[in-house]
């Protein structure tokens, strides 16, 4: 265990950083732990110069056009639009590859005095851990970033919780980065010269196990887990990314649940019949046991040999570099967001594995954004026995003890290291390259038996998102079964397994809710050569809640559909049809008829499996309906071409059911069926547990027969039914292969480019609607309106104005009486207001159209007052303005003519400074005068178009209808 000494480097910071740590971070130079100054820092660069002189060559290829950082964002940090083209990122693009990165921020490519700080202090730690342990490598704890600047590793881990719902937890965080970058393997069996930081990583996509683990644990600490990374050594399968010993699980579908077998739902029976005795001879029976125990004793030996084959191909290789290859991957410890145990995460495959695994040889030291801890427990026997609870000194060795904490002797007391800001710049992802979530949109993995394919969505046109073909041989050759899956497809396919058998393939369809049909799960079979017949086998699975009639399951063979029901008001639980099919499947013959003959119908010969859709006999089955009595509840029905048999559920009360066939008999000139006589004994066979409650009567068996009859026209009326829909699904399914599409969200403007059309136009026609509003609110001719408005109501002195204006014509009260020569009405009544005038005309004799003269003239004259006071206003400011802008062009003139004037009187004395303030002032002064005067003539043809402008619109605004501008 490493003994605490005295972690000391320097003991004091000379002046002069100390004034560059009052500076602030960024005007420091980079130097490394030994003191010296890193290749690309300036030699003569002092502490207290500026950063910038310390650049990093940069590399010949083009960087990004925003300048900042991780490429998405523009470099006042919102986010870029990646949609100017309207038909950018349809399905099947992919983003571009970008180039190197090589715009960096300076923290990249200097050190604070807080981080040269801790480097020291790190420094020093290697050194005294050299030299209690020579015989363990050198502490991994400051690399040179991507511009070759020493920093700690700590520092490159930057917590980040990026805005996708997918990285929340951790199983879809490691997935999502072990796709999202390129794999590089580490050149030798050391640890990499150079550690990039995340952000570099997420630009190249690509990085080696160090560049992957650093962006893991950073992505996890954001979402809350608590994550480190680990340095130390493991297997030549895990560092080569070499699954080629590893056999993958064939994963296929489940064909769901068989057909119910209605008899295992009957009620036990006391008074059931038991079984007769077997008659088997007990020697034969022997002799099959002893060789049935032989066949199991010679396939378990096969088994054994063909485990022991498996374990002996997935046994490693001899590697000469075993324990010695140097790998970087994630530990998760138990206690946050409800992890149980502590586990590893291997980020190359984006797996979880067991902290206890045989592919993880050792651990050198494990580190997150926190602090840094040296495993000083024995890994000669791997980690099998290793324990993770880093509070525990005798096991692990930390670096800093507290986030803060005071170092060196006591005249340094008061200072203190902690540990420094991350350099990393803030993680960003763009939603673009979040959802191809691979370099190129897609990777290969290779296993002992099988070989996958994954695909970032819409990367193909056919929505596939992953393929995995498996083998019976190890060279992978022989296909035995492939697994796609599918999304966003619009046939809501989500899976196709397609299966090889010995003369024909097995196709599986899986689809999502959504189809017409309620199609679930499709199995059909393709024959390997010509003429098979087996495209006639297919069973159709379907969520029956999404369809009326229930339909659950239908097997269709050469020859037999079977069809299941669940849920059904009518409690109908199966259908079997048979039809008449040469070489097909043969229906149960129905027991012998009432007249004793074997009636079954003949086979037509004429007709093949392909263009016959004869039914031979159709089968139903119900289940018990407790509202009904069981006499009258049927169990199972079959509908012939000559005959109805019927058996009806069990009483609980009785040992056997009732059963009833009918005779069809023959059919009249109608095409209706004669009546069923009970006397005669030929047209119906009846059996009752109880004698007493046989049908006697004609009436009663007649109509028992038609209801009968109604029933299988219903039936043979669904099976048509269940054939062209048949015929339908798969014409439909050969079109949908044909012609595949994908959905896209109306969210997803990423790629939905008419949904961001659309939400374009809809935010456009927002703001113009708003900009209206706006304008309308802003009424030009309010304030006039105001000014000139009146009063509503009566005000006091009213009635004795009205009566000192009526006596102050003594003519008379009529309207001749207040007109002018020129036809113009008096002064006196154009001006008052309307309250006034309504009271004048009570008392006076005006008559109707002399009022509506009267009236006419006063909106005449209101209209043109409140036109020409808006009119004058808009004339008083431009006249107010061109006065202000002439009075500032004379105050120009009047200083520089005084000015002049002033060097006139004393150019013989002036000295050289001061005739450059006299140019200086002089030119300032013209370039003003030069403004002033464009300003004064702009502003003047302005004004004449403004004005122009306003008479039209004040001519054609209708509240100001008939008035015309003077000429």
């Known amino acids: ?107 990249y490519s200097v050190n604070t005095p807080k981080e040269r700080n801790v480097l020291d202090f790190a420094d020093n730690f290697i050194r005294q851990f050299r030299q209690l342990y020579n015989n363990r490598k050198p502490l991994y704890l400051s690399p040179p970033n991507d511009c070759g600047v020493p920093k700690l590793v700590c520092t490159t881990v930057r917590a980040t919780q990026l805005p996708f719902r997918q990285l929340y937890s951790h199983e879809e965080t490691a997935r999502f980065v072990a796709s999202f970058l390129t794999y590089d393997f580490l050149p030798t069996a050391d640890p990499p010269e150079m550690l990039q930081s995340p952000t570099t990583t997420l630009w190249n996509q690509r990085g080696n196990c160090f560049d992957f683990s650093v962006l ?53 029976n006391k008074y059931r019949l038991k079984a007769s005795l077997s008659l088997e001879s007990e020697f034969d029976k022997m002799m099959a046991e002893r060789k049935a125990a032989k066949e199991k004793a010679k396939n378990e030996l096969k088994i054994v040999d063909e485990a022991k084959a498996r374990a002996e191909r997935r046994k490693p290789v001899n590697d000469p570099l075993h324990g010695l290859r140097t790998h970087c991957w994630v530990l998760v410890l138990r206690g946050k967001r409800g992890v149980p145990e502590d586990f590893f995460i291997e980020p190359s495959l984006g797996e979880t594995a067991s902290v206890r695994s045989e592919d993880y040889l050792g651990i050198e030291a494990v580190w997150n954004s926190k602090n840094f801890w040296v495993n000083m427990q024995d890994c000669t026997e791997g980690v099998m026995d290793m324990e993770y609870d880093l509070t525990d ?133 393709k024959g390997h050569f010509a003429g098979s017949g087996a495209e006639k086998e297919r069973t159709m699975y379907f969520f029956n809640d999404a369809r009326v009639d229930g339909l659950y399951i239908r097997k269709q063979t050469n020859g037999v559909i079977e069809e ?136 009663t068996v007649n109509q028992l027969f038609a209801e009968l009859l109604t029933m299988e026209r219903k039936a043979r009326a669904a099976v048509a039914a269940s054939l062209e829909e048949i015929q339908d ?90 007109k002018n020569s020129d036809g113009m009405w008096a002064e006196t009544l154009l001006t008052m207001f309307n309250v006034e005038l309504d009271l004048f005309l ?34 008083d400011r431009a006249t107010a303005k061109e006065a202000r802008i002439v009075g500032e062009i004379e ?22 400074s001061e005739e450059e303030e006299y140019v200086a002032f002089c030119g300032e002064k013209l370039h003003t005068l030069r403004v002033l005067e464009r300003r004064l003539e702009e502003h003047r043809k302005e004004r004449n178009r403004n004005e122009l402008a306003l008479k039209s619109k004040l001519r054609d605004d209708p509240r100001l209808e008939g008035w015309l501008p003077a000429v």
């Open 729 to 818: 699904i798969v014409k439909q399914r050969r079109t949908d292969e044909i012609e595949v599409t994908l959905s896209l969200s109306f969210y997803d403007t990423t790629r939905n480019a008419d949904a961001k059309a659309k939400r374009l136009a809809q935010e456009e026609a927002s703001s113009a609607l708003a900009a209206k509003n706006a304008e309308m609110e802003k009424d030009y001719l309010a304030p006039f309106l105001e000014r000139h408005s009146e009063p509503t109501q009566a005000f006091p002195g009213m009635d004795t104005n009205v009566e000192k204006i009526l006596r102050s014509n003594v003519a008379g009260t009529s309207g001749e009486d207040w």
């Open 393 to 525: 000194t005798s096991k692990w060795e930390y670096l800093f003890p507290d986030q803060t904490f005071s170092w060196g002797p006591k005249s340094n007391a008061g200072k203190s290291v902690d540990l420094p800001p991350t350099w990393v710049e803030e993680l960003q992802i763009r939603p673009i390259d979040f959802a191809t979530g691979r370099p190129h949109g897609e990777r290969e993995l290779v296993e002992q038996n099988a070989r996958t394919h994954e695909y970032a969505e819409y990367v193909r046109d056919d929505g596939l998102v992953l393929q995995t073909t498996y083998y019976s041989d190890y060279e992978l050759t022989q296909e035995i079964l492939r697994i796609d899956t599918f999304k966003n497809r619009n046939d809501c396919l989500q899976q196709l397994e397609v299966k090889e058998l010995d003369d024909r393939d097995q196709y599986d369809e899986i689809f999502r809710r959504g189809r017409p049909s309620g199609l679930r799960h499709h199995t059909y079979f």
């Open 891 to 912: 105050q120009q003139k009047k200083s520089l003519a005084e000015k002049q004037l002033w060097y006139q009187e004393n150019q013989a004395t002036l000295e050289s």
């Open 564 to 699: 299941v029901f669940r849920d059904r008001e009518d409690k109908l639980l199966s259908r079997v049809t048979h039809f008449v099919v040469e070489g097909g499947d043969a229906a149960p013959r129905r027991r012998a008829s009432i007249s004793g003959a074997n009636s079954r119908p003949s086979v037509d010969k004429k007709k093949g499996p392909a263009d016959n859709n004869t039914i031979e006999g159709i089968t139903e089955t119900f289940g018990r309906n407790r509202a009904v009595p069981a006499d009258n509840d049927i169990q199972e029905i079959n509908y012939y071409d000559d005959a109805i048999m019927v058996t009806y559920h069990r009483d609980d009360e009785k040992a056997t059911a009732q059963f009833r066939e009918f005779e069809k008999p023959a059919k009249t000139e109608k095409q209706t069926y004669a009546p069923i006589s009970v006397d005669d004994g030929d047209g119906v066979l009846q059996y009752h547990p109880d004698p007493e409650q046989v049908l006697k009567k004609n009436f």
């Open 1 to 107: 265990r490493l003994p605490r000494l005295a972690r000391s480097g320097r003991d004091r910071m000379d002046p002069a950083e100390e004034a560059v740590a009052e500076g602030g971070a960024g005007e420091a130079v980079p130097e490394t732990t030994d003191g010296t100054a890193p290749l690309d820092a300036t030699p003569d660069a002092g502490p207290g110069e500026s950063g910038e002189e310390a650049q990093v060559e940069q590399d010949d290829g083009a960087g990004p056009d925003n300048g900042s950082g991780y490429g998405g964002f523009n470099g006042d940090g919102s986010e870029a639009d990646d949609m100017d083209d309207p038909h950018a990122h349809r399905p099947g693009d992919v983003p571009a590859v970008r180039g190197p990165r090589t715009d960096y921020p300076p923290s």
């Open 216 to 268: 893991l644990c950073a992505l996890l600490e954001g979402a809350g887990y608590d994550a480190y990374v680990v340095h130390g050594y493991a297997s030549r399968e895990v560092c080569m990314l070499d699954r080629s010993r590893r056999e993958q699980k064939v994963k296929t579908t489940p064909a769901d649940v068989p057909l119910p077998d209605v008899k295992k739902d009957l009620p036990p």
């Open 842 to 875: 009570a008392r006076s004799t005006f008559t109707t159209e002399e009022k509506e003269d009267l009236m006419a003239q006063r909106r005449e004259r209101r209209v043109h007052t409140v036109a020409e006071s808006c009119l004058k206003d808009f004339v």
